[in-house]
């Protein structure tokens, strides 16, 4: 294993990773909040982010998605800087959700799931701007479809309770057929069963070729799901590799997974 290094597996499958974070450093004042972050996340893989509270993970997110401007580094999706508007991002298959999940409470389910793909969205792509219309409840509907809901399309939203919003936030991610999804907490405030069904659905997205970079407290959902982890320390990669790789790092113990070491 290896520290500030690429987070890659080594039968690498694609010229350009899907995502590629390259030297990121982002300062708030005299804060340093990433220190020279790089990893990459490869088509299909599923990669996830792990570090203490305060590390930096969601400002890896923010960056990614042109929310928080870098210092210093880059990151580029498919070879490409980062799209910086929300459309932009829709437009380059970049798909997020948000651990606050940010749904429409008084609207319904579908018309959640519909909002993206009003947006502008990408040539080739389900969403786009003439697609607001019967072909967008069409996809939309096959997206609550697969994710179990599709019984629930014309509740509203703050009717369900917790786990099936949060499958509801996932499935607005979803519609817009990403290639670059993330996941900011997803298993946060669910039960085993609900976790289960998630690690299915997340293997599911990858396996179409869906590259999943996730931030994530749940270890044991993180160990079963990830193929590359990436630690993060007061944000520095401290560790990156597998999940078997990662565990047994002793400055991973240290840093986050709670065990003393000796020096
Ligand atoms: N907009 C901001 N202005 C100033 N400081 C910020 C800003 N955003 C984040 N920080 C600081 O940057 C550091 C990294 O924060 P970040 O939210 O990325 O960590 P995190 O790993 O996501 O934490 P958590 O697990 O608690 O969500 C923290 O010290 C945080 O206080």
Redesign the pocket.
């Known amino acids: 294993m290896s520290t500030q290094h690429p987070v890659r597996s080594s039968d690498s499958r694609d010229a350009d990773p899907r995502l590629q974070i390259a030297e990121l450093t982002v300062r ?1 004042g005299g ?1 340093t ?1 990433l220190d020279a972050v790089s990893f990459e996340v490869g088509a299909g893989e599923t990669v996830a982010l792990i ?1 203490p ?7 890896v997110f923010n960056s990614v998605c042109g929310l928080v401007k870098p210092s210093a580094g880059r990151v580029t999706i498919d070879g490409v800087p980062a799209p910086a508007s929300p459309t932009g991002l829709i437009r380059h298959g970049v798909a997020r959700t948000l651990q606050g999940l940010g749904l429409f409470g008084g609207m319904s389910v579908l018309e959640n799931v519909l909002v993206p793909l009003a947006a502008p969205g990408r040539s080739g792509r389900a969403a786009g701007p003439g697609r607001a219309g019967a072909d967008a409840v069409t996809t939309a509907t096959e997206t609550l479809r697969d994710l179990g809901l599709d019984a629930e399309a014309q509740r509203p939203v703050d009717s369900l309770p917790y786990p099936e919003r949060k499958r509801v936030a996932l499935a607005r991610a979803l519609v817009t057929q990403p290639t670059l999804l993330l996941l900011d907490e997803p298993a946060g405030g669910l039960g085993a069963g609900d976790i289960a069904d998630l690690s299915a659905i997340v293997r599911r997205v990858a396996a179409s070729g869906c590259s999943v970079l996730l931030v994530e407290h749940h270890m044991d959902f993180v160990m079963a799901l990830a193929d590359r982890i990436a630690v ?1 320390d007061f944000g520095r990669v401290i560790a990156c590799g597998t999940p078997g790789e990662v565990q047994a790092d002793p400055r991973v113990e240290e840093a986050y997974l709670g065990v003393e070491v000796a020096s």
């Open positions: 708030f804060l909040a570090g509270n305060g590390a930096g993970k969601t400002t993060l």
